[in-house]
Each structure stands twice: as structure tokens, then as C-alpha cells.
């Protein structure tokens, strides 16, 4: 089953425009990460939030947190074209069960 | 080797063979997880080790799905009688602390095709 839904599923940009990504999930949370995927890859982990922040940065990357919406969202400023690929959000339940869950993705690409 | 291993990259079975998938994690990893991924689709949480200890396999989605990690590091999932909607990527990774409270290590994944 999945935890996170990530919104849109797929999302198309001109290089040098900023990419917005969001995930939804359902119950409490630990922490909630952001993946990458290149096509026939493995995921890269890209950035971790705990459910006690609010919002965190990384390079061009930005993360929010509202855990009373359950929402996150992902920004790319700057899209390189480079930055094609899947993007998956993932969730640590709140319970303690240790498993993380992931989202269905976001397909991005970035047209040079 | 520094990262995540697994082996083989690559699988094609008949229906009803058995497979064995292998994923080295990175030395010194308490955590180790396995996640089915369909083509298009995200990572589907299969089952999660700590050491040696197989704490949660309830993404198992039968018991033809068997995974061991016998001396906490090397682990094997094993698939019995395969089926054709086994054909997947199976994901391994690991992480340093305990279940998925830090970052995950993922290997480049096992390609398993049915015919």
C-alpha cells in the first residue's frame, strides 16, 4: 500500500524554470524524505525533514512540512536538464514500525 | 565497494522456477529493506531487517516471498514459483541507524522478468 501521493504525476518545464512537486499522506509521521530516480536507476536520497520542522533547504532544493494538512512539497529552483527524473516522497510512520513508504512519484523533465 | 550491490542485475525465469536475488549493503548498516517496484510505479515496501532481525514483512505479498539476513549483513529474497505479475524491479537499501529514521542507500535493483 502506499502512504504518499505525489501531485502532478508528471510535470514539464522549460531549463531555468522552478519545479514544484507536492506529496499527500494519510497518518502520523517520523520524518518525510525526498528521493530521485533516473530512468533504470536506483533512488538517490535527495533530503530529510522531521515532522518538527517546517521547512528545509539544500542547495536549490526547498522542502515545507504542514503536518496538519499532511502535505509537503519539494521546490527545484533553476531546473537544469539534469534534474529529469522521478521524484518520490517517503514517509516514517509515527508508530515506530521503522518501514518507510513511498509515494507513487512525480515524473519530471526539463526541456534545455 | 562503496555502495549498495546487487546481484543479478538482471533475471529472466520461466513460471514456477525459483529465484534467488541478492543485495550487499553497505558495510557497518544496521537497516536493510527490500521494495518491489512495477514499471511507472513507486517502491512497494516488501519487508525491513534490523541486523540479523527481520522486523516487518508485511509487504510480503505471499508466502512464496521469502527473505533471510543470517548474520546481519548480506541479505537474500528468495521467490518460489515465480509468476508472471512477480515481473518487477526488486529494490534493496540500507541505512545506518535504526528502520528509516535516517537517509536510505539504494542499490541499482534486480530486473525479474516471468515468462
Known amino acids: 500500500s502506499q502512504q504518499g501521493e505525489e501531485d502532478p504525476q508528471a510535470l514539464s518545464i522549460q531549463e531555468g524554470e522552478n519545479a514544484t512537486m507536492n506529496c499527500s499522506y494519510k497518518?502520523?509521521?517520523?520524518?518525510l524524505q525526498w528521493y530521485r530516480q533516473n530512468s533504470g536507476r536506483g533512488l538517490v536520497h535527495l533530503i530529510l525533514?522531521?515532522?518538527?520542522?517546517r521547512e528545509k533547504h539544500s542547495g536549490r532544493l526547498r522542502v515545507t512540512l504542514d503536518t496538519s494538512k499532511k502535505s509537503s512539497s519539494l521546490l527545484i529552483t533553476a531546473s537544469r536538464a539534469a534534474d529529469t527524473a522521478s521524484y518520490f516522497c517517503a514517509t516514517l510512520s509515527g508508530e515506530g514500525t521503522g518501514k518507510l513508504i513511498f509515494g507513487q512519484g512525480t515524473t519530471l523533465q526539463v526541456k534545455p | 565497494g562503496a555502495g549498495v550491490s546487487q546481484s543479478p542485475r538482471y533475471k529472466v525465469a520461466k513460471r514456477g522456477q525459483d529465484v534467488a536475488l541478492r543485495c550487499d549493503p553497505i558495510?557497518?548498516?544496521?537497516?536493510l529493506f527490500w521494495y518491489q517496484q512495477a514499471l511507472g510505479q513507486g517502491p512497494e515496501f516488501l519487508t525491513y531487517?534490523?541486523?540479523?532481525?527481520?522486523?516487518?514483512k508485511s509487504g510480503l505479498p505471499s508466502d512464496r516471498f521469502f527473505a533471510e539476513r543470517p548474520e546481519g549483513s548480506v541479505s537474500t529474497l528468495k521467490i518460489q514459483r515465480t509468476q508472471q505479475e512477480d515481473s518487477a524491479v526488486y529494490l534493496c537499501?540500507?541505512?545506518?541507524?535504526?528502520?528509516?529514521?535516517?537517509?536510505?542507500?539504494f542499490g541499482e535493483g534486480s530486473r525479474l522478468t516471468v515468462l
Open positions: 537499501a540500507s541505512s545506518l541507524g535504526q528502520g528509516g529514521v535516517g537517509e536510505l542507500f
Open positions: 558495510s557497518g548498516h544496521v537497516s
Open positions: 531487517f534490523q541486523n540479523e532481525a527481520q522486523l516487518d
Open positions: 497518518t502520523s509521521i517520523n520524518n
Open positions: 525533514i522531521r515532522s518538527n520542522e
